[in-house]
């Protein structure tokens, strides 16, 4: 079993940045991938960014060039910063860690919420 923490949401004012951090433990062989996801009220959850093992990104095109993904695999954890922070990015922020070295599982974290507001 793999436990995800999150941390970092919180409230800012538009033009502001925040920082969430995903650690995960647990029972880890490797990791293939970690991202985050966000999910607005009365929306679908989306993929915002996401970084695999080799260190490929991919981001939503929405936020390209205002957020930047990393990891730090010893401490299998990833990290999202956001700068330039606009209204339309206030959303539950939640991370994903998709497992490998054998079957591939996909596990989630509890959600932090990202606040954008004046």
């Known amino acids: 079993q793999v436990h995800l923490v999150e941390s970092g949401g919180g409230s800012v004012q538009p033009g502001g940045s925040l920082r969430l951090s995903c650690a995960a433990s647990?029972?880890?062989?490797?990791?293939?991938?970690m991202g985050w996801y966000r999910q607005a009220p009365g929306k679908e959850r989306e993929l915002v960014a996401r970084?695999?093992?080799?260190?490929?990104?991919n981001y939503l095109d929405a936020v390209k060039g205002r957020f930047t993904i990393s990891s730090d695999n010893a401490k299998n954890t990833v990290y999202l910063q956001m700068n330039s922070l606009k209204t339309e990015d206030t959303a539950v922020y939640y991370c994903?860690?998709?497992?490998?070295?054998?079957?591939?599982?996909?596990?989630w974290g509890q959600g932090t919420q990202v606040t954008v507001s004046s």
């Open positions: 647990g029972s880890i062989f490797s990791i293939n991938s």
């Open positions: 994903k860690v998709v497992t490998g070295g054998g079957p591939s599982y996909q596990y």
């Open positions: 970084i695999t093992s080799g260190g490929s990104v």
